[in-house]
């Protein structure tokens, strides 16, 4: 018995594993980057490519004690047993008071938790595309975002919040597509891939935008909580509930995690939008997983509500102390010709080559030659545009791995 060349069939078994699956699998597909970084858990290699936190900065301990006391007491029967599927409520009442802290007054029934931010970006990619429907997304955009909405059959329009683009333009657009305009998506902080962050003034043109278009706003705020420099600005929500004067009138479906903050590994997440929005997630929910893991929600809980501040303001003084040492040395020895973001928080910087140069292969050639690692910008684009487009990621590395890997990356540009 063997594969064939077709990828599923097994001679004597004749299954067509392809033929079978829903038209919906067709675009999910493993990408050859992540095949590639899969190779580079070696010592030797400079990595930039993992948008993850530093492991090193987790509070394991606070975990621990928040762990055991969860599983000691009263508490233990709740902690392992089936639940709600809106999630814990001393949790969702923690993030009320958060939310507020951002400018966003609303209830515990404005708030759903979910594994993760991710679950939340499939469950409205689910809720809000049928097949054919166009999402506004930016180019480049968060890579998880379009493989969340890619197993609802989307197409995609280009998101530019300063761009001069009528909502007539993208409605007829879409409608040529054979759907029509569901949401915008974007991350207004410290965006992944390219660190930037929106102006007030951008994100009152998108909020302009699904107003004059009647469709929704998906804020990712994945990076939020990682500011380094300047002011605050309000979230999309914020505004959202300013313009409209209150959460129920809101068109913004805010997505955050605790993942970049506290600990990506107990995926927890939450959605704050109008009701009827969180009633529909929690049906979902309620179909996909029932709900997220008590246990883990517990645990945020206590470990937020004793030290989220504090915690924050840890990360904050390593990742911008990295931050600092990925421009200066960008600045060193990249040569002309090179430019990048100059992000005010986040973890990546986002840089562009001048034309002609192809970041896979630039991959490729710097793993091989200097054993320097990074994500080619390509995926990021809904279009396939890009090529010439690298993100670099400062948040694992130390300062002097930092200046040590962007002196290679500076030689093999040179060399490319
Ligand atoms: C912009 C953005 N959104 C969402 C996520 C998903 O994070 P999580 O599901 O861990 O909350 C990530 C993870 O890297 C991200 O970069």
Partial sequence: MQADAGGGT????????????????????????????????????????GGIP???????????????????????????????????????????SRMASLGV?????NIMITSGSQQALDYLGKLFLSKGDTALVGWPTYLGALQAFNAYEPKYDRLTPLGNRSAADYRETAQAKGGAVKFAYAS????????????????????????????????????????YDGDEIPPLLALDITRTGGIETSRTIYCGSFSKTLAPGLRVGW?????????????MKQAADLHSATLNQMAIHRVASDGFEAQVKKIKATYQARRDAMLAALARHMPEGVTWTKPDGGMFVWVTLPEGF????????????????????KAFFADGSGANTIRLSFSCASEAMIEEGIKRLGRVVRGG
């Fill in 188 to 227: 207004a902080d410290f965006a992944n891939p390219t660190g930037e962050t929106l102006p007030e003034s951008a994100r009152a043109a998108i909020l302009d935008l699904a107003e004059a278009l009647d469709i929704a706003v998906i804020e990712d705020a994945a990076y939020q909580s990682l500011r």
């Fill in 54 to 96: 530093d492991p090193a900065l987790f509070p394991a301990e606070a975990f621990g004690a928040a762990l055991t006391s969860a599983l000691t007491g009263d508490s233990k029967g709740a902690a392992l047993q089936y639940s709600v599927s809106e999630g814990y409520k001393p949790l969702r009442d923690w993030l009320v």
């Fill in 358 to 377: 192809d970041g896979a292969s630039l991959l490729a050639e710097s793993i091989k030659t200097e054993r320097v690692a990074f994500v080619p910008g």
């Fill in 105 to 109: 007054e609303c209830s515990a029934d």
């Fill in 271 to 283: 959605v704050c939008a109008a009701s009827p929005v969180i009633s529909k997630l929690v049906l």
């Fill in 10 to 49: 097994i001679a004597g078994h004749g299954l067509d594993w392809p033929g079978l699956f829903a038209t919906r699998a067709e675009r999910m597909k493993a990408s050859e980057i992540r095949e590639l970084l899969k190779l580079l858990d070696q010592p030797d290699v400079i990595s930039f490519a």
